[in-house]
């Protein structure tokens, strides 16, 4: 009995692990591919930045799901457009604040973890 329970304990082990991997993996790669090129020419087209821009977004791809990911990429990138008073309706819902906090939280991480 013991070895079936220790057997049924490193399979549901496995399963969450796979379930987190999934997660972490349901970016597109085209918005991979625009945010780790965006990041290397901010720092310096590199190859040590190709591999420091893919670990960050790797990081953020473990904390934050795409979905939302990409929800908080389109507020800050409406609200860096100056669209004026239309821009409020990307920066003032909670929702939005929310989303946009735990994007900056998942990137002031990923910095510490890919860039020192």
Known sequence: MRVGR???????????GAQRGAAANDY???ARADYV????????NTRLALERC????DAI????????????????????GNLGERSAM??????VR?????LRRAQ???TLRCFQ
């Open 108 to 110: 002031a991480e990923a």
């Open 54 to 57: 893919a670990c960050s977004l």
């Open 28 to 30: 597109p790669t085209a």
């Open 37 to 44: 090129l965006g990041c290397m020419a901010a720092n310096g």
């Open 90 to 95: 990307f920066r003032d819902p909670p929702g």
């Open 61 to 80: 791809a473990e904390q934050v799901p795409y979905a939302r990911y990409e929800a908080a990429d389109t507020a800050l990138r409406m609200q860096a």
């Open 6 to 16: 220790t057997t049924a304990a490193l399979a549901a082990l496995l399963l969450v």
């Open 98 to 102: 929310a989303a946009v906090e735990d």
